[in-house]
DNA sequence: TCGTAGGTAGACAGGTCGGTATACCGGCGA
DNA sequence: TCGCCGGTATACCGACCTGTCTACCTACGA
């Protein structure tokens, strides 16, 4: 018969880790059991295990496949970090959203060396490495701090959102990041959006 | 005999409470046993079972007893809300810090109905009150939102210090809320200090 | 044509979980 | 003096966890 899964053009390895990956934002990582993705993913817990050797790195490997939120590539250093933040109000409103996965999972997972918190602490650098690029370029007075700060207000945002469903948060960390940004840029870089 | 136990000067609850505390948030609620927290806290099962008719009370319980960032009570507004983000960079050098303790357990109590996220949602209520009051007290000019950004920031500097044990999220954080607290006020409210 | 890679089905091992039960005991107030 | 409250010690229950096992099946390429 070979009931074969509905999505069976994307590789199966993926296609469990996506699944695992909705049960576990959804439902938290250590109330889900292998054997749930296994039976939601319509696969065997044998077959899962052939493709993650451990519940730990197929979390790790579901979260590396967690939606994202997509920064603009484009535009003035300005525009881009207020497009960063319109991109995550955006992604608020669209996803059923309960939290930020990243600081959902280094909530759950203590052990810092976790190979899904490895994932989460690279993103984050990256995150505030691209603020960083982003201010610099725009010739902020003081960069790091600036930097920093807009770091802190994305995080805060997200977190913030975790109990009020609205985008209020990350609307208010718009402004918050415009307002900065103005204060501390040289009044000749700032051009039109 | 009667082995008591160091503390015998608290009642015994808040005692259980305190240690049950500090296990869920050093070691992750899920990853300690009530047979862990009746051990540790030299008590028997039974015991414990007697003051706290369920695990899920006792996270409740212990949460409730957490450690709290102190907020000024005296001073003008702008002080008040600049001192309790430097009362958060104080918090954050003294305790061995892995996460607010209250987004760290909103993580891993997915059931938003747990009697441990619904004083997490009081707490949050009444510091974005506080936040308000304060910002309505200056005359700053839009507080609803100088409020939430207020907020989002101390969440953000709160989450952002999760992953690394500096304080430097936490200073960005109270720089960017004098900053915003300048451009929002009306320059005669603001005083010394 | 036929071997094999990769899937299905489902039982099982060993451990831990939250929570309860039985039996005992000592200090303290009426 | 003595009942009883609140503790100790320990065994136990059923459920669930991660991870492994045997046995079988099927599509596909050399």
Redesign the interface.
């Given at each position: 018969m070979m009931r074969t899964r509905a999505r069976s053009d994307i590789p199966l390895a993926d296609h469990i880790a996506l699944v695992a990956g909705g049960l576990f934002y959804?439902?938290?990582i250590?109330?889900v059991g292998v054997d749930r993705v296994a039976a939601e993913a319509e696969v065997t817990k044998r077959t899962l295990y052939r493709h993650f050797p451990s519940k730990d790195l197929l979390i790790a490997a579901a979260l590396r496949r967690a939606p994202k939120i997509r920064f603009p590539r484009d535009g003035t250093p300005r525009s881009q970090i207020s497009g960063a933040f319109r991109a995550m109000i955006e992604f608020l409103k669209s996803s059923s959203y309960?939290?930020c996965p990243y600081?959902?999972a280094?909530?759950?997972l203590?052990d810092p060396h976790h190979p899904a918190r490895v994932i989460?602490?690279e993103l984050?650098r990256r995150r505030r490495q691209w603020f960083h690029d982003r201010v610099v370029e725009a010739g902020a007075a003081s960069p790091e701090?600036l930097a920093?700060?807009l770091?802190?207000?994305?995080?805060?945002?997200?977190?913030?959102a975790?109990?009020r469903s609205e985008t209020?948060?990350a609307e208010?960390?718009l402004?918050?990041a415009e307002?900065?940004l103005d204060?501390a840029t040289p009044r000749r870089k700032r051009g039109a959006a």
């Open positions: 959804r439902e938290g250590h109330m309960r939290g600081i959902i280094s909530a759950e203590v989460v602490n984050v701090l920093e700060q770091d802190v207000l994305f995080d805060g945002a997200l977190a913030n975790v109990k209020i948060p208010a960390a402004a918050a307002s900065l204060a």
